[in-house]
């Protein structure tokens, strides 16, 4: 009885390798859809921060933000995905639907200024096939690290201020697949508090007209807790990972009172994500996930039409994460392009009203007589205030 728990839980651990192996999103985890004036101008944000969404972006800008007031943003994305898996012949599509929320927070005293925010930088989806290549079976995975954060800003000078933010990070991994192996179905679930990171900005502002920003991301350690299921049989079990720096370079250029152009670029360190490690019914086990470094750019553009309507508009590139031999058809981590395209009214002085929609086309790969791809849309409805 003993030997044949002994392999079980071997069996447990190596089962749980595998599944988590899958759990995978476009550019590695990274959610760029944070902050409702950035993600109508392409994420292309850095090189202006300035709106409360800063305290991602760029936290040393909202030490220019409007002196004395409160700048609030809430708002509330829906996306649509629709990812393709093609092998022997066989087309398996996943069209999972969801909600994610954000909001920030922040004021201006003048020399220092402090902001907060709840958004979901890392994940917050995933994919989800039925009856996967033809079997009676389902094969689903999905994650999604909620980060809390806290921001605050320093004025070196008049045209040089620098920022730090501190998250913690509070996140969700499932799967679900039947493994011909066992012969029965696995489930994971880990979820509940997973780390911390901490952000520093620089932004520099020679001239009214021209704002050109820096952001660093540190590493974030990832631990969380949870449990592999097998045949209603539930094994207690941990997850460890390190998500990567980030380098962000960005340049905003405001040539009229009404008319702002930005772009920017992040370098993402993804193949420091070499492995991931599980310890399972006291089992230490290890997951290459084959991540190598990726980048994504941004341009976008704002008018403020004489009616006080705001057009936002911008496009932005990101470059998958994933070696051809890390891809797996939870994944699908292809290149990506999005379009982007917002409205904004002011109904009062001090109220302004959103809606953005964003159109995310996918470059298939083939490997290994697999395909690989997706696309998506996102529609993003939020408010903006100051007082």
């Not at 990812?83 to 069209?95: L, V």
């Not at 520099?204 to 949870?226: A, D, F, L, N």
């Not at 960005?250 to 040539?255: A, M």
């Not at 699908?332 to 999005?338: A, F, K, P, Q």
Request: aromatic share 16%.
């Amino acid at each position: 009885m003993k030997k044949r728990l002994s392999i079980y839980i071997v069996c447990i651990a190596s089962v749980i390798n595998i599944s988590f192996f899958s759990i995978a999103f476009g550019g590695g985890f990274d959610n760029s859809a944070i902050g409702i004036k950035a993600t109508g101008m392409g994420f292309a944000f850095t090189g202006i921060a300035d709106d409360a969404s800063a305290v991602f972006y760029n936290p040393a800008g909202l030490v220019y933000q409007e002196k004395g007031a409160w700048q609030v943003e809430m708002y509330g994305y829906y996306v649509f995905t629709d990812i393709q898996y093609t092998a022997n012949s066989i087309e398996d599509k996943s069209d999972e639907e969801f909600i994610i929320p954000g909001f920030f927070a922040s004021k201006n005293f003048g020399k220092w200024a402090f902001g907060v925010g709840g958004y979901i930088p890392f994940a917050g989806g995933g994919a989800s096939y039925k009856n996967f290549q033809g079997s009676p079976f389902k094969l689903e995975s999905s994650a999604g690290w909620n980060a809390l954060t806290g921001a605050i800003a320093y004025k070196l000078s008049p045209s040089l201020s620098i920022g730090w933010g501190m998250s913690i990070y509070i996140g969700e991994m499932k799967s679900q697949f039947f493994d011909p192996g066992l012969g029965t179905v696995v489930e994971n679930d880990y979820n509940g508090y997973s780390g911390y990171g901490v952000h520093v900005g620089l932004f520099y502002k020679p001239v009214e007209e021209i704002g050109i920003g820096m952001t660093v991301r540190s590493e974030v350690p990832i631990e969380m807790e949870g449990l592999v299921r097998i045949a209603g049989i539930e094994t207690d079990s941990e997850v460890d990972f390190t998500l990567p720096y980030y380098l962000t370079l960005g340049l905003g250029y405001k040539p009229a009172k009404n008319l702002t152009f930005s772009i920017s670029a992040t370098y993402m360190l993804w193949s420091d994500l070499d492995k991931i490690a599980f310890t399972t019914a006291n089992i230490k086990s290890e997951q290459k996930t084959y991540y190598t470094n990726s980048c994504t750019v941004g341009m976008g553009i704002e008018y403020v039409t004489p009616i006080d309507l705001i057009i936002r508009s911008g496009i932005d590139f990101r470059q998958n994460a994933s070696e051809d031999k890390g891809l797996t058809p939870v994944s699908c981590d292809v290149d990506m392009v999005g379009l982007h395209m917002g409205f904004a009214y002011d109904i009062t002085d001090s109220i302004e009203i959103n809606i953005i929609g964003a159109q995310n086309f996918g470059f298939e790969k083939e490997y290994n007589f697999a395909k690989f791809n997706q696309n998506g849309a996102v529609i993003m409805i939020g408010f903006r205030k100051k007082y």
